[in-house]
């Protein structure tokens, strides 16, 4: 079943703005990930937060997450037109070594 | 540095045709291995994960099989594809922790027609 939804579906933006996604999940986490995916093109790992953090940076990266809220976001500040792509958010359920579920994406498109 | 290799790129075979995927990593050892598959526009449904050579746990009833006959070595295959079987079929491993950090492979675009 769908664990993490991404929203928007679709975000177009202009260089140099700030982009933000966002997820929601329905149950208890370890960890929630985001990567990312370029049209036709495997996925790269962009950040992992757990459970217990509130919010990480990686470059021009941020990714927070509300445990009691059950969703996440990812900011990518000063976008560039490279940043075009699709976003994921992946969740593993809590307690288990369950499967890491994927959401549909939120696709990304920076105007240069 | 690590590296995964996944051939063909693009695939396209009839239905009834029996498949072959395969996928390989470098620079690594022991590492955990997957299978995905994305259907267009959507997201990614895992179909096999391997922790050892020939540890291999499905997740999805489907016409797919699995095999790690070597240690860094994940094959996808299929005795007769079916049309919903085409999709974009992505390799990947992990190191350590399953399900944590996954690199994956540029993908094989499977047409079944």
């Not at chain 1, 941020?62 to 059950?70: A, M, P």
């Not at chain 2, 895992?46 to 499905?58: A, K, P, W």
């Amino acid at each position: 079943s769908q664990q993490g939804e991404e929203d928007p579906q679709a975000l177009s933006i202009q260089e140099g703005e700030n982009a933000t996604m966002n997820c929601s999940y329905k149950t208890s986490i370890n960890n929630l990930q985001w990567y990312r995916q370029n049209s036709g093109r495997g996925l790269v790992h962009l950040i992992l937060i757990r459970s217990n953090e509130r919010e990480k940076h990686s470059g021009r990266l941020r990714v927070t997450l509300d445990t009691s809220k059950k969703s996440s976001s990812l900011l990518i500040t000063a976008s560039r037109a490279a940043d075009t792509a699709s976003y994921f958010c992946a969740t593993v359920r809590g307690g288990s070594q369950g499967n890491l579920i994927f959401g549909k994406g939120t696709k990304l498109s920076v105007k240069p | 540095s690590q590296t995964i290799h996944q051939w063909p790129a693009t695939l396209v075979q009839p239905v009834g045709s029996p498949l072959s995927l395969e996928c390989t990593v470098e620079g690594t050892s022991n590492p955990n291995l997957y299978w995905y598959r994305q259907a267009a526009g959507r997201g990614l449904q895992l179909l096999f994960y391997s922790v050892g050579i020939g540890q291999i746990s499905s997740e999805v009833p489907q016409n797919l099989s699995a095999s790690r006959p070597q240690d860094r070595q994940f094959i996808l295959s299929s005795k007769k594809l079916l049309l919903s079987d085409s999709g974009f079929y992505l390799c990947a491993w992990s190191q350590g922790v399953l399900n944590e950090k996954l690199f994956f492979g540029s993908g094989t675009q499977l047409s079944v027609l």
